[in-house]
T-cell receptor, first 113, second 118 residues
Framework: DQQVKQNSPSLSVQEGRISILNCDYT??????FLWYKKYPAEGPTFLIS?????DKNEDGRFTVFLNKSAKHLSLHIVPSQPGDSAVYFC????????????FGKGTSLLVTP | NAGVTQTPKFRVLKTGQSMTLLCAQD?????MYWYRQDPGMGLRLIHY???????AKGEVPDGYNVSRLKKQNFLLGLESAAPSQTSVYFC?????????????????FGPGTRLTVL
């Protein structure tokens, strides 16, 4: 059973606009959430994370929002750039949820000029 | 500082052959992990290690073995490869797990090994 879900397999955004990638989770024990970016033929690269004690974390153009009551998080990229085109994976972990990062299936973002 | 490296990058095996994938990290991380990624799927944990000399099973351990003889290296072995093991394999490492601050849980990934079993 998929505990982390990314329901949009793909997203296309114009350069300069905002990209919003969404992620839902089912396990209430998760307390740490991460976003990874992956280019073809490369490993996932850590992008940004958020602890469950926060509801927002910002790093440059990237902001992650966490809504614990809805078990939902989102990644905002503003402004979007063509170099942001990649697959974005949402992942979650919890103290009592084992050692694995639980990954979503990914959302492929295409930023067009 | 190379981070996490994996050897080899590509490999083609015949059914029944064996091979070992090597992962090395130079970040002095205690925890190391092996994941596999299949088309349209997220990454799934095969085995992990919480320190030198210790290993444990993850979500999909069948058909694989691992060893952590040195802190910086984590080996993944396939004793008798099967076509179902065709996948991209990623190694990752983290400083700690379940510690404070939680940011030390962040896992850093290698570039991957693309394995095809015919």
């Amino acid at each position: 059973d998929q505990q982390v879900k990314q329901n949009s397999p793909s997203l296309s955004v114009q350069e300069g606009r905002i990209s919003i990638l969404n992620c839902d989770y089912t396990n209430s024990m998760f307390d740490y959430f991460l976003w990874y970016k992956k280019y073809p033929a490369e490993g996932p690269t850590f992008l940004i994370s958020i602890s469950s004690i926060k509801d927002k974390n910002e790093d440059g153009r990237f902001t992650v929002f966490l809504n614990k009551s809805a078990k939902h998080l989102s990644l905002h990229i503003v402004p979007s750039q063509p170099g942001d085109s990649a697959v974005y994976f949402c992942a979650a972990s919890g103290r009592n949820s084992g050692y694995a990062l639980n990954f979503g299936k990914g959302t492929s973002l295409l930023v067009t000029p | 500082n190379a981070g996490v490296t994996q050897t080899p990058k590509f490999r083609v095996l015949k059914t029944g052959q064996s091979m070992t994938l090597l992962c090395a990290q130079d970040m002095n991380h205690e925890y190391m992990y092996w994941y596999r990624q299949d088309p349209g799927m997220g990454l799934r944990l095969i085995h992990y290690s919480v320190g030198e000399g210790t290993t444990a099973k993850g979500e999909v351990p069948d058909g694989y073995n691992v060893s952590r003889l040195k802190k910086q290296n984590f080996l993944l072995g396939l004793e008798s490869a099967a076509p179902s093991q065709t996948s991209v394999y990623f190694c990752a490492s983290s400083y700690s797990r379940g510690a404070y601050p939680v940011s030390t849980d962040t896992q850093y990934f290698g570039p991957g090994t693309r394995l095809t079993v015919l």
